[in-house]
């Protein structure tokens, strides 16, 4: 099966630009996550649609972050205004409903860089 | 809020060395624990999960982890390295009450095995 694609892999950017950010799960995955890593920090939650709802969106750092699911298919994570601080590597991943410990599936993520 | 430490962020070995990599978290009760690898180029994919049971648990790749509960600790080990084992080796867990695949992970320990 095709495993959870992220586009682009790198994006570079400048202070007060806008990018967005793609995830494509696997398919049937109704669970959706973006987590983000800064440079030399841990990978972070950011937040989880299942569908096309959001069901967490608690570590999302504030609203110049904004995530989409329309269809509950991709998803898209849109940075306006980019700041420096955003810089670092957005990792999305997909998992099925049912047991709670159904396996996370990590695309390749998306490095940010804000200049 | 839970935490999870990793203490070596660099590790460099020569092959045939033997492996180990620590990883603490903060809180006591039912935990469930996770190493996830990712590789040079690749994505972040699980290596070995706690749930319940033994203590030791087997891997894949050669991989084995031990939770002591009584040191908050679960270490990453494997015997004898090699070279492809170049990585960066996460440890996480859940976020408490949010099921499993709500993760907070430690820092991260880059691992250079030298030919």
């Known amino acids: 099966e095709a495993g959870v694609t992220q586009f682009p892999s790198h994006s570079v950017i400048e202070k007060g630009q806008t990018v967005t950010l793609r995830c494509d799960p696997i398919s049937g995955h109704d669970n959706l996550y973006w987590y983000r890593r800064v440079m030399g920090k841990e990978i972070k939650f950011l937040l989880h649609f299942v569908k096309e709802s959001k069901q967490d969106e608690s570590g999302m750092p504030n609203n110049r972050f904004l995530a989409e699911r329309t269809g509950g298919t991709y998803s898209t994570l849109k940075v306006q205004p980019a700041e420096l601080e955003d810089s670092g590597v957005y990792f999305c991943a997909s998992s099925q409903m049912g047991p709670a410990n159904s396996p996370l599936h990590f695309g390749n993520g998306t490095r940010l860089t804000v200049t | 809020a839970q935490s999870v430490s990793q203490h070596n962020h660099h590790v460099i070995l020569s092959e045939a060395a033997s492996l180990e990599l620590g990883c603490n978290y903060s809180?006591?009760?039912?935990?469930?624990l996770f190493w996830y690898v990712q590789y040079p180029g690749q994505h972040l994919q699980l290596l070995l999960k706690y749930f319940s049971g033994d203590p030791l648990v087997k891997g894949i790749k050669g991989f084995e982890a031990e939770f002591i509960k009584s040191k908050f600790s679960f270490n990453l080990r494997k015997p004898s390295v090699q070279w492809s084992d170049t990585a960066e080796y996460f440890c996480a867990v859940p976020q408490r009450n949010t099921g499993f695949q709500k993760l907070v992970f430690g820092t991260g320990t880059r691992l250079l095995v030298s030919p």
């Open positions: 809180y006591g009760g039912t935990v469930n």
